[in-house]
């Protein structure tokens, strides 16, 4: 069980929901679990054997996943993580690979490049390892990580350090509390998105909401709606966002990319679904 919290990290990182971390990690136990005792005797290292399958239900997850989320009402949007959990082991460290920016990058890419790629480049496991878990030769897991490498290198180009990032969000919270649309504006991208994920269950918009000053009004429109809307500023998936309560209810979840001092992409999270770690604190 000390192997439970590396498990649900890498679950995480793979399958961009920590609901099916879980599930992914409970399965693999059960699997432990359906071996004799001489089985699990006879394995040099438990916590690679459990990595090894946690990696391969995650890549059979991986290749469903798509054909489900083309029935998905709406976009759909990795699930956002506090900085805090009930239980110790069921704690995502938060580092830039957990970012919702970073998330969002790793889900345009194929089962397999998502695999090879935070296996070697996130938790540094060799491509001898990553091929028995991706069923590919070492050198064509290599070939894999490379391709996901440089996608990620293009999304990190211009992002903003997270100091600068927190400010601007600040800035933001503050103009959307007062409904000053012309200060909203001024802190979004004039090319700014925002992707709204209801699942079907919470109103969203189905399409993303493009342009800045667009992005600016629909704010206003949900201030207007919502007059009990209180924000507060926290920790989304280890970046500084947002949080909107509604009679103390977490209603939706923000997480925020931002660039040359603007915000460039809004994540807002309202599936009910989703927000399960987010109900309390």
Request: charged share 25%; glycine share 6%; aromatic share 6%.
């Given at each position: 069980m000390s192997e439970r919290r590396q498990l649900i990290n890498l679950g995480y990182?793979?399958?961009?929901?920590?609901?099916?971390?879980?599930?992914?990690?409970?399965?693999t136990y059960a699997r432990w679990y359906a071996l004799s005792d001489a089985e699990r005797d006879a394995i040099v290292?438990?916590?690679?054997?459990?990595?090894?399958?946690?990696?391969?239900?995650?890549?059979?997850?991986?290749?469903?996943?798509?054909?489900?989320?083309?029935?998905?009402?709406?976009?759909w949007i990795p699930e956002p993580v506090p900085d805090v959990a009930d239980d110790p082991a069921d704690r995502v460290t938060l580092d830039e690979s957990v970012s919702m920016a970073f998330l969002v990058?790793?889900?345009?890419?194929?089962?397999?490049?998502?695999?090879?790629?935070?296996?070697?480049?996130?938790?540094?496991y060799p491509f001898g390892?990553?091929?028995e878990i991706v069923g590919r030769t070492p050198a064509a897991c290599r070939q894999l990580a490379s391709s996901a490498r440089h996608r990620i290198s293009a999304?990190?180009?211009?992002?903003?350090?997270?100091s600068q990032q927190a400010e601007v969000i600040r800035e933001f919270k503050r103009a959307w509390e007062a409904r000053d649309i012309a200060a909203l504006v001024g802190l979004l991208d004039p090319d700014a998105v925002a992707v709204a994920d209801g699942g079907g269950i919470a109103?969203?918009?189905?399409?993303?909401?493009e342009g800045g000053e667009q992005v600016a009004q629909a704010c206003i429109d949900i201030a207007g709606r919502l007059p009990g809307l209180t924000l507060l500023e926290r920790t989304v998936n280890g970046q500084p966002g947002l949080v909107a309560r509604v009679d103390e209810v977490t209603v939706t979840v923000y997480a925020f990319a931002v660039a040359?001092?603007?915000?460039?992409?809004?994540?807002?999270?309202?599936?009910?679904?989703?927000?399960?770690?987010?109900?309390?604190?």
């Open positions: 990182r793979l399958l961009g929901s920590l609901s099916d971390a879980e599930d992914v990690v409970q399965e290292s438990p916590g690679a054997w459990l990595t090894k399958v946690t990696g391969r239900i995650c890549l059979d997850l991986l290749g469903s996943a798509r054909k489900r989320r083309e029935s998905y009402v709406g976009e990058v790793l889900e345009s890419m194929t089962p397999a490049e998502r695999v090879a790629f935070v296996l070697h480049d996130v938790f540094r390892e990553v091929a999304s990190r180009a211009t992002a903003a350090p997270a109103t969203a918009q189905l399409h993303p909401t040359d001092g603007r915000i460039t992409r809004i994540w807002a999270v309202r599936n009910p679904e989703k927000l399960r770690p987010w109900t309390t604190g």
